[in-house]
């Protein structure tokens, strides 16, 4: 079995758990997530093993980085790999609808079990689920919840636009 390591990120939508392993970053939580979960007993708390996902986090959310390059290590089923590994590819300060999530991974019927997959990303920021959006355009569940959702599709949008500090006046 191999070392689980993980810390803790104060950020601007709340504190973050990193969790990684030898291959790389595994999960990412909120503080009140719906999937949140106390770290496992067998798990050791390391600043240091975290803190090249901690830089490019804080790089984020200070608005200098819009791609992660980080290794990554999700565990998941062949499908939600697949839309997992689609979301990577969501352009910054930009939205899809699940139903075009689902073509982009080929499954265009799948649209409901994309969501599930998208429901259940364990590295929400990294993999910009939160990116995902109705297909009328409405802001939809969110791991984060839907106001940490909407704060981080503004940060980027401001980031997008050269108006990152512009964003607390909205």
Same mark, same amino acid.
């Given at each position: 079995?191999? *070392?689980?390591?993980?810390?803790?990120?104060?950020?601007?939508?709340?504190?973050?758990?990193? @969790?990684?392993?030898?291959?790389?970053?595994?999960? @990412?939580?909120?503080?009140?997530?719906?999937?949140? #979960?106390?770290?496992?007993?067998?798990?050791?708390?390391?600043?240091?093993? =975290?803190?090249?996902?901690? @830089?490019?986090?804080?790089?984020?959310?200070?608005?200098?980085?819009?791609? +992660?390059?980080?290794?990554?290590?999700?565990?998941?089923?062949?499908?939600? =790999?697949?839309?997992?590994?689609?979301?990577?590819?969501?352009?910054?300060?930009?939205?899809? *609808?699940?139903?075009?999530?689902?073509? #982009?991974?080929?499954?265009?019927?799948?649209?409901?079990? @994309?969501?599930?997959?998208?429901? #259940?990303?364990?590295?929400?920021?990294? =993999?910009?689920?939160?990116?995902?959006?109705?297909?009328?355009?409405?802001?939809?569940?969110?791991?984060?919840?839907?106001?940490?959702? #909407? +704060? =981080? $599709?503004?940060?980027?949008?401001?980031?997008?636009?050269?108006?990152?500090?512009? $964003?607390? *006046?909205?």
């Amino acid at each position: 079995m191999s *070392s689980i390591w993980y810390d803790n990120l104060s950020t601007p939508i709340g504190c973050l758990r990193l @969790v990684a392993d030898g291959q790389g970053l595994r999960e @990412v939580w909120f503080e009140t997530g719906r999937h949140q #979960r106390d770290p496992a007993p067998t798990w050791t708390h390391s600043p240091p093993a =975290l803190a090249f996902a901690r @830089v490019q986090l804080e790089e984020y959310f200070a608005g200098t980085r819009q791609l +992660f390059d980080l290794p990554l290590h999700p565990i998941g089923t062949p499908f939600q =790999l697949a839309v997992w590994q689609e979301l990577a590819r969501i352009p910054y300060g930009t939205t899809i *609808s699940y139903g075009e999530l689902a073509q #982009r991974i080929g499954q265009p019927q799948a649209v409901r079990a @994309v969501g599930a997959a998208n429901g #259940r990303n364990p590295l929400p920021i990294v =993999l910009p689920c939160h990116r995902v959006i109705g297909a009328n355009g409405s802001l939809t569940g969110f791991g984060g919840g839907l106001p940490t959702k #909407r +704060f =981080l $599709l503004a940060m980027e949008d401001g980031v997008a636009r050269g108006d990152l500090f512009g $964003l607390a *006046s909205r």
